[in-house]
């Protein structure tokens, strides 16, 4: 190992130990928040869209902020934009604990600790690179990467346990212990020229910023507020909002492409002017990047959403807590870290046929999860397909990243991070907000439709719509005795055939997520077919 053209010293080692803690603790803070979903909804009568939108906010937030942060880091130094992202995310897990509403919770995590993870999630890629050279390199990004991956594990273990046993709020500060940890160990940073008048594009970055959070904000309130016809009001401070008659979704994701758009034509005008920008035309102007970057962006939406669906629909359909069902999800994780610790044995294969490897045995996986998603279905009838999904996605994983960053060259590293990195998770919000809409939508509508053909009803189509927004709501904030006391006002008619309708529902409903799953992994299969030949790339 190598840090710069010295060995490695014990210093060295004791910083990679900490930015490994620092990318663990992240991930075990956003992990947390699906396993903890149903007590908060309920602590704040809420619903799973606003925690959506807030899981949304603090990946976009982190990566709509990466190049600035990266200007900043140019500017006074890594080392002081790293104890500052420490700090700030130690403040926003604090008032998270203590948020008496759901304004402050999604303020405090989608925006203090999104800020925060800005440079926490950028910072060790790029001391990583300045540490490690060669195969040594490789190990420390395999690190890092492992680090992500069992940080989002232990936290919905950890989360589900703690909210079942105890309370959510006591969840978030465990983080804080790392926090002392990490700022102990990390004492080692390179020592780059700090360029005091490094010009900083302030206006670009609120402009991707609100272009890409309307958008994504948009995309996870539909299920709640509808696609075009209003659901229900935002009413925010008690004032009621219908924007032209139509639902505000349409409004939001409008906004959010103008936006996107005038950041296109600002950057643009910046580039001609010859000055700052938000983001270098270099990286996003070479097509083996941007063809990378789709990719995985797309792959980490299709399997974070899939995770996500498993941790709403398993519960109800298995009559599990959210601990146990977090430890029927685990051996998908697990068998995803054993990949990724054998990545280095010698498969004959190109990254770009690995990475393809991967996507079709994660097909394979997510068919065999359609099969086993059926009335009768257990933990186990499920396990294979989990595996299989797991085996699937180490592959993809182990390699994607070093495919998109071979197209940077040594000094673009950190840059290539601070767009890759944050743009993962906001593919991982995207996923969620996305599938996790279709899924409780779908079964709200399924349970609906099969109560009125059993009553031999014809309802109207606004009654109808009621009660499937109404019903959306009540899956997302109501305990289970709650729910069986609303299904057991339903008419004597109806509960003899009750359960069955609501398991249907609900293996429908998730049935229809895995279809959407499914094709997008062939999608995304067809798009590896452009990513770069990495050993060309070498030579090149």
């Known amino acids: 190992m190598t840090v710069g053209a010295q060995p490695a010293g014990t210093t060295t080692q004791k910083s990679a130990i900490g930015l490994c803690l620092t990318l663990f603790m992240v991930s075990f803070h956003l992990g947390i928040v699906p396993a903890i979903m149903p007590p ?26 990466a ?34 509403s759901m304004a402050l919770f999604a303020v405090s995590y989608a925006l203090l600790t999104g800020l925060a993870a800005t440079p926490l999630v950028s910072v060790p890629w790029a001391l990583m690179d300045r540490f490690y050279d060669g195969q040594a390199e490789k190990i420390a990004f395999l690190l890092l990467t492992l680090s992500m991956v069992v940080g989002g594990l232990v936290g919905s273990l950890t989360g589900g346990l703690i909210a079942f046993q105890l309370s959510w709020r006591l ?22 020229p700090i360029a005091h ?40 401070l008690g004032v009621t909002i219908v924007p032209f008659g139509i639902s505000i979704v349409p409004i939001l994701i409008g906004s959010g492409l103008v936006c996107l758009g005038l950041f296109v034509f600002w950057r643009r005008q910046q580039k001609q002017a010859n000055r700052a920008s938000l983001v270098k035309a270099g990286l996003l102007s070479r097509r083996n990047f941007i063809n990378s970057l789709i990719v995985a ?8 959403g899939l995770s996500f669906n498993l941790f709403q629909f398993i519960p109800p359909v298995l009559d599990l807590n959210s601990f146990q069902t977090a430890l029927t999800v685990l051996p998908y994780n697990f068998v995803m870290v054993i990949v990724l610790l054998v990545r280095f044995i010698n498969l004959q294969l190109l990254p770009r046929r690995i990475v393809q490897l991967g996507l079709s045995i994660e097909i394979i996986g997510i068919l065999w999860l359609v099969g086993a998603i059926a009335p009768g279905m257990t933990r186990w009838s499920i396990l294979p397909g989990l595996v299989i999904t797991g085996i699937g996605s180490g592959l993809f994983t182990s390699q994607i990243g ?26 991982q919000a995207l996923g969620r907000g996305i599938l996790g809409t279709v899924l409780i939508s779908a ?19 606004t009654t109808r719509q009621a009660a499937i927004t109404y019903l959306q709501r009540a899956i997302q904030t109501f305990t289970k005795d709650e729910m069986q006391a609303l299904f057991a006002r339903l008419p004597e008619t109806v509960q003899p055939s009750l359960d069955t309708i609501i398991e249907t529902a609900a293996i429908g409903a998730m049935e229809t997520t895995l279809i959407i799953i499914l094709v997008a992994n062939l999608v995304c299969l067809l798009l590896t077919t452009r990513l770069p030949h990495l050993r060309r790339l070498k030579r090149a």
């Open 40 to 65: 908060l909804v309920r602590s704040f009568d809420s619903s799973v869209g606003y925690v959506q939108s807030a899981l949304v906010l603090l990946s976009l937030v982190t990566a709509a902020f």
């Open 67 to 100: 190049p600035t942060s990266e200007n900043l880091s140019r500017r006074w130094g890594r080392q002081r934009i790293f104890h500052g992202g420490l700090l700030l995310f130690a403040i926003g897990t604090l008032l998270i604990t203590i948020s008496p």
């Open 171 to 192: 969840a978030f500060p465990l983080e804080l212990l790392l926090i002392p940890l990490i700022w102990g160990l990390v004492t080692e940073y390179p020592t780059d």
């Open 197 to 236: 008048h490094t010009p900083i594009d302030w206006v670009g970055g609120c402009l991707s910023f609100l272009g890409l959070g309307l958008t994504l904000l948009g995309l996870s309130l539909a299920g709640e507020f509808g696609w075009w016809e209003a659901k229900k009001t935002l009413s925010p």
């Open 297 to 304: 962006m797309l792959h980490s939406a299709l399997i974070t």
């Open 402 to 427: 070093a495919i998109a960053y071979s197209t940077a060259t040594r000094g673009e590293k950190p840059e290539a991070t601070g767009i890759f990195n944050p743009l993962q998770k906001v593919g």
């Open 443 to 461: 079964a709200s509508s399924k349970i609906v439709d099969g109560v009125i053909l059993q009553l031999d009803n014809n309802l109207d189509a």
